[in-house]
Each structure stands twice: as C-alpha cells, then as structure tokens.
C-alpha cells in the first residue's frame, strides 16, 4: 500500500520485476506524472469516502515469469499507456521530472504522463510519444 509507504518512508522506490521504475522523495510522490506502473498502484489505494468515485485501473494480462524477462521495458506486456513497438524493443531512459525530481523509467516524456494523469489508460497498439522517432 503507498499511502502507508509514503507515511513511513523519506524516499520511496516502485520495483517492477526487480527493476526500479520509479524514484522519488515521499514529499509529492504521490502527485504526477508517475510511471504507469506506479500510476496503476496509487489507483488503488482506499479512499475512506465511500461515496467517493474509485477508479483503479487494472492490469490485464499475466506478470512474466522473472526467470524470463521481456525485452524492451519489463512492464510493456501490461501497460496501460503501452506505446507499441518501442516498448517491445528499447529499454525505457531513466527521465527526471523536473519541478519534483522524480526519475523513472519510461519512453513517455513527463509532460506528456503529467497530462495523461487523470485520464483513463487505454492500451494502445501504436500511440507515439513525442520522443520517439519514426523512419520511413
């Protein structure tokens, strides 16, 4: 649970397949832009208003086997903001937010996961980021 980690820690770190995907100070860690795993994790925090909305976005698809790691960005195969072939073939750079020092790994800029935040992730088979680059 975050929301207990946050409480608790100074600085956090989000794993995913034993790899670090996101790194940050508790102090706003919990404001965006967040890499779409850790995105999926705050979704789901229990909010004590049972009358307010909860959206938590779920993750299809099975967890890789850690002996077998994908290639490319370990989350692709369940991510929601998945972008298509770069995700499948690069692994993602380590990005720092600027305004709150945040890195994480991932080949969505954080401007871009800044205004994604808040709207529901759909996985794409071909969305482009603004940092990847198409040849002809």
Do not use: M
Not at 45 to 55: E, K, L, T
Not at 106 to 113: A, F, M, N, R, S
Request: proline share 13%; hydrophobic share 35%; glycine share 8%.
């Amino acid at each position: 649970d975050l929301a207990v980690v946050g409480y608790l820690a100074d600085v956090i770190a989000v794993i995913y397949l034993g790899q670090i995907v996101e790194l940050g100070n508790a102090d706003g860690f919990f404001e965006p832009p967040h890499h779409p795993y850790t995105e999926a994790l705050l979704s789901a925090i229990p909010v004590p208003d049972p009358d307010a909305p909860s959206n938590p976005i779920r993750l299809i698809g099975e967890i890789p086997s850690a002996v077998n790691i994908p290639s490319g960005c370990r989350f692709h195969t369940r991510c929601p903001r998945f972008l298509g072939d770069i995700c499948v073939t690069q692994e993602p750079p380590w990005q720092t937010d600027a305004p709150t020092g945040r890195q994480y790994r991932c080949h969505i800029p954080p401007d871009e996961l800044r205004t994604l935040a808040g709207t529901p992730p759909v996985r794409s088979e071909g969305r482009q980021s603004n940092n990847e680059v198409t040849t002809s």
